[in-house]
């Protein structure tokens, strides 16, 4: 393979980003690893985001900008970090020329930059500069606030499709049972309902981290139990209150209703808002289920950090485990090249994928794939200035991660 990177960037060309968005990412030194055809080939790479969010519309104020850019859910830690964050030096360093200002401009002058435009503003800035040549959208949390697949491919300039999340599926069927012991069946049918239409899903995901987590028996239900515990759920509905799924049975019975359908399985491991025991997510807890879905449906594990190198092994072991380390790029910032590579220690490279899992403020979308590009130009670049790796090799494992495995594990179409 030849070093030039114009070879390179010609032979990637089928799964390319566009020309804007190519040449803001070369004026803006994204991609600085030691080897210059690397560079110019994640330059030039097109994404397929796997697990990304919509944007909230409208107008927001700092408080709100804040609440977006930290993980928390609390308002007061986003006080207590203040903009002292790897996020917000990331935010500053790479986002505030898109808006007309210096590279790691102070934070009260992008603040204010920013504050001045609304959110359709400044996603139609950034997201066709993003890179993206697909987005997988899962809609499941606060989907009221936020703009919908087609509206995000809209503004990204790129085709989307979607995935459905299982806990919103039961949590809008069970105010709507006349009688809560078909839950089973309805169950099934709304799911099955969700693969035709128009916009069929091409995936499912659980929160079930965020419902008790992983360690816990997590074999099929039988019907029987499936249909007294959806019974219990909606008396409890119907007496007032909140239509929030927690029921052992329900969980369990959702995850293997997917797993059957043979649609990948995202599943929500690793860091996330508090809500979640963060011990109680790691994916090894899940080995059971793995390997009991071993014949039934890819299982795809989200964000995973920090046991993306426990992922990583599941990834080696099973046959239908993948993963990404999806938005701690984003909230570690220039740490990130570390987790990146560590990543890349055990899985194989026909099971990394990438995800931005960017909710809300369209910077994380744009640092998704900016922070993403700029450590695998790093990683990549140099085991090739090394001569561990040739460029042959670095060409197909950057167009492996970057989209091929996306559309081959999603059944998406080819660039």
Not at 2 to 26: E, K, L, V
Not at 86 to 111: F, I, K, N
Not at 340 to 354: D, G, T, W, Y
Request: aromatic content about 8%; glycine content about 8%; hydrophobic content about 50%.
């Amino acid at each position: 393979m030849s070093s030039d990177p114009a070879g390179m960037a010609a032979a990637s060309a089928s799964g390319s980003a566009s020309a804007s968005a190519s040449a803001a990412i070369r004026a803006a030194g994204v991609c600085d690893g030691p080897d210059a055809a690397v560079n110019e080939l994640l330059a030039a790479v097109g994404l397929a985001d796997h697990h990304v969010h919509g944007i909230v519309r409208g107008q927001v104020d700092e408080a709100g900008l804040g609440d977006m850019m930290i993980e928390s859910d609390r308002r007061s830690a986003a006080v207590a970090a203040g903009y002292d964050t790897q996020v917000w030096h990331a935010v500053r360093r790479w986002c505030a020329p898109l808006l007309g200002l210096p590279a790691s401009a102070p934070a009260p002058d992008y603040v204010a930059a920013r504050l001045a435009l609304s959110q359709e503003q400044v996603a139609g800035v950034m997201l066709p500069l993003a890179g993206f040549s697909h987005l997988v959208v899962e809609t499941g949390f606060k989907g009221g606030m936020i703009s919908p697949p087609a509206e995000l491919a809209a503004i990204a300039g790129v085709p989307a499709t979607r995935v459905v999340r299982l806990e919103a599926i039961a949590e809008q069927l069970i105010g709507t049972l006349a009688d809560p012991w078909t839950y089973p069946d309805a169950f099934r049918a709304a799911l099955a309902a969700e693969r035709t239409g128009p916009d069929p899903i091409v995936g499912t995901k659980t929160i079930l981290a965020y419902r008790g987590g992983f360690d816990r028996d997590l074999r099929r239900p039988a019907d029987e139990a499936v249909a007294q515990a959806a019974a219990t759920w909606s008396a409890e509905v119907r007496g007032g209150r909140p239509a929030r799924l927690t029921s052992d049975a329900l969980l369990r019975f959702g995850i293997w209703a997917a797993a059957d359908t043979g649609l990948p399985l995202q599943v929500h491991t690793g860091f996330g808002d508090p809500d979640l025991d963060l011990h109680r997510s790691d994916p090894l807890l899940l080995t059971d289920f793995i390997r009991a879905t071993e014949e039934r449906a890819p299982i795809l594990l989200l964000h995973t950090y920090p046991f993306h190198r426990n992922a990583g092994y599941l990834a080696q072991m099973f046959p239908h485990v993948y993963l990404d380390v999806g938005e701690a790029i984003n909230y570690a910032g220039a740490a990130s090249v570390a987790l990146v590579s560590e990543s890349m220690e055990l899985a194989p490279f026909r099971k990394i994928l990438f995800s931005s899992d960017a909710w809300g403020a369209p910077e994380l979308h744009l640092l998704g794939s900016w922070l993403f590009r700029r450590a695998m130009s790093r990683i990549i670049g140099e085991w090739v200035a090394r001569r561990d790796w040739s460029h042959a090799d670095a060409e197909r494992v950057v167009q492996l991660i970057a989209s091929e495995n996306v559309r081959r594990v999603y059944g998406l179409a080819a660039a």
